[in-house]
């Protein structure tokens, strides 16, 4: 059996995840009417028979899908399904064009963004991944707006209120809390048993026959969280890089670039600290319990400004991730067809800051474990 969904003229599989959830409710538990999330978004799914309607909760939008089997007609059938009538294809590139010219006309980019949400249709953004969004990233697109004194009263000011507040504190807590882990350590500041650097041994896997399961777990710890760091932050990086074409692109009066720039310093600030603190963080390790909760506890920190994260202060829905990806992948070809301007150059600075982070935290994948089999630093017990 399998599920369909009628998406731009034609009827397509539809997601694993979505696929999970409709034969968990409808298969299996025999549920006509319930809801399912799909992409960050809510879904009432009313079914009868094979045939069903999926309706979005926010924007009220109804699509078609559908329960069919495997066979030979219905492969035959699904096949002459997915061709699109040549209108509806001429149809559909001209909306696109037209979204993409009152995008690149618009002249804020509070306008730019309600085009985004009305316009862009959910077809058109399959097979795309959405871009990474933070909270710096709500401010380069206008998702800050201010507050008079009277809405600060009301119920959606307070919130908003909450939210600018919250973001302030969260560039706080990533400004000082990774160096301060750091050196609190290193100099035995506020920590309950302070590093005993006068009595430092070297040596291969030094002092290991008592806490060998600790040390072990220490170093695994140290290499899956440098490695995490990397790989986010190259992920952070590529997206930087397109959204700072976009922004220079659509040259909107509003758009607050700086906020973009310091986006890309707290990821870069971030991630070298979140290596250096894991390893001097895991020096001190008394049982393996405390190893697990360090680590991931600093990683709870790396991610802290990150959109959907464990903070409910800005959820999916504040951030257009795969509208941006989809902008990103036709601004540039259709704006060439009615317009003279090029698409623009990325920020190199910015891109060999990015790569430069990347090289030292690759390189402390090695080096830190190394230096915690091969180091041992005493503590001092109070």
């Given at each position: 059996?399998?599920?369909?969904?009628?998406?731009?003229?034609?009827?397509?599989?539809?997601?694993?995840?979505?696929?999970?959830?409709?034969?968990?409710?409808?298969?299996?538990n025999?549920?006509?009417?319930?809801?399912m999330?799909?992409?960050?978004q809510?879904?009432?799914?009313?079914?009868?028979?094979?045939?069903g309607?999926?309706?979005?909760?926010?924007?009220?939008?109804?699509?078609?899908i559908?329960?069919?089997?495997?066979?030979?007609?219905?492969?035959?059938k699904?096949?002459?399904?997915?061709?699109?009538?040549?209108?509806?294809?001429?149809?559909?590139?001209?909306?696109?064009?037209?979204?993409?010219?009152?995008?690149?006309?618009?002249?804020t980019?509070?306008?730019?963004?309600?085009?985004?949400?009305?316009?862009?249709?959910?077809?058109?953004?399959?097979?795309?991944?959405?871009?990474?969004?933070?909270?710096?990233?709500?401010?380069?697109f206008?998702?800050?707006?201010?507050?008079?004194?009277?809405?600060?009263?009301?119920?959606?000011?307070?919130?908003?209120?909450?939210?600018?507040?919250?973001?302030?504190?969260?560039?706080?807590?990533?400004?000082?809390?990774?160096?301060?882990?750091?050196?609190?350590?290193?100099?035995?500041?506020?920590?309950?048993?302070?590093?005993?650097?006068?009595?430092?041994?070297?040596?291969f896997?030094?002092?290991?026959?008592?806490?060998?399961?600790?040390r072990?777990?220490?170093?695994?710890?140290?290499?899956?969280?440098?490695?995490?760091?990397?790989?986010?932050?190259?992920?952070?990086?590529?997206?930087?890089i397109?959204?700072?074409?976009?922004?220079?692109?659509?040259?909107?009066?509003?758009?607050?670039?700086?906020?973009?720039?310091?986006?890309?310093?707290?990821?870069?600030?971030?991630?070298?600290?979140?290596?250096?603190?894991?390893?001097?963080?895991?020096?001190?390790?008394?049982?393996i319990?405390?190893?697990?909760?360090?680590?991931?506890?600093?990683?709870?920190?790396?991610?802290?400004?990150?959109?959907?994260?464990?903070?409910?202060?800005?959820?999916?829905?504040d951030?257009?991730?795969?509208?941006?990806?989809?902008?990103?992948?036709?601004?540039?070809?259709?704006?060439?067809?009615?317009?003279?301007?090029?698409e623009?150059?990325?920020?190199?600075?910015?891109?060999?800051?990015?790569?430069?982070?990347?090289?030292?935290?690759?390189?402390?994948?090695?080096?830190?474990?190394v230096?915690?089999?091969?180091?041992?630093?005493?503590?001092?017990?109070?």
């Amino acid at each position: 059996m399998s599920w369909q969904i009628w998406l731009g003229g034609s009827w397509q599989e539809m997601d694993a995840e979505d696929v999970n959830q409709l034969r968990d409710r409808y298969e299996e538990n025999g549920e006509t009417m319930f809801q399912m999330l799909s992409r960050g978004q809510l879904y009432d799914i009313e079914m009868e028979g094979t045939q069903g309607v999926q309706r979005n909760r926010n924007t009220s939008r109804e699509r078609a899908i559908r329960l069919v089997s495997f066979t030979a007609e219905s492969t035959a059938k699904k096949r002459r399904g997915n061709i699109l009538l040549p209108e509806e294809i001429e149809q559909a590139q001209k909306e696109q064009h037209e979204l993409i010219k009152q995008l690149v006309e618009a002249n804020t980019i509070e306008e730019c963004t309600a085009l985004m949400d009305e316009f862009i249709d959910d077809d058109w953004l399959g097979g795309l991944d959405a871009f990474p969004g933070n909270i710096y990233r709500i401010i380069a697109f206008g998702g800050l707006k201010n507050i008079t004194f009277e809405e600060g009263f009301s119920l959606d000011g307070m919130q908003k209120l909450s939210e600018k507040l919250g973001l302030f504190f969260i560039f706080a807590i990533q400004l000082f809390v990774p160096p301060a882990v750091f050196f609190c350590n290193w100099y035995g500041v506020g920590v309950e048993n302070p590093l005993d650097w006068n009595s430092i041994e070297f040596g291969f896997f030094v002092n290991w026959e008592q806490d060998w399961v600790i040390r072990l777990t220490s170093v695994l710890f140290i290499f899956v969280i440098a490695l995490n760091t990397v790989s986010s932050l190259l992920d952070e990086a590529r997206s930087w890089i397109q959204i700072d074409k976009m922004l220079k692109f659509l040259n909107v009066s509003d758009g607050n670039a700086w906020a973009l720039y310091l986006d890309a310093f707290m990821n870069i600030y971030v991630a070298i600290w979140s290596v250096l603190d894991v390893w001097i963080v895991l020096l001190d390790e008394d049982g393996i319990s405390d190893c697990v909760f360090d680590a991931f506890s600093l990683t709870f920190i790396f991610n802290l400004d990150d959109i959907g994260g464990d903070l409910g202060f800005f959820g999916i829905d504040d951030w257009p991730g795969l509208q941006l990806a989809w902008v990103d992948k036709n601004m540039y070809a259709t704006a060439q067809k009615f317009s003279s301007v090029e698409e623009p150059e990325h920020n190199v600075l910015v891109e060999q800051m990015f790569r430069g982070t990347a090289m030292f935290v690759m390189a402390m994948v090695f080096v830190l474990p190394v230096l915690h089999m091969t180091m041992h630093v005493p503590v001092i017990q109070n």
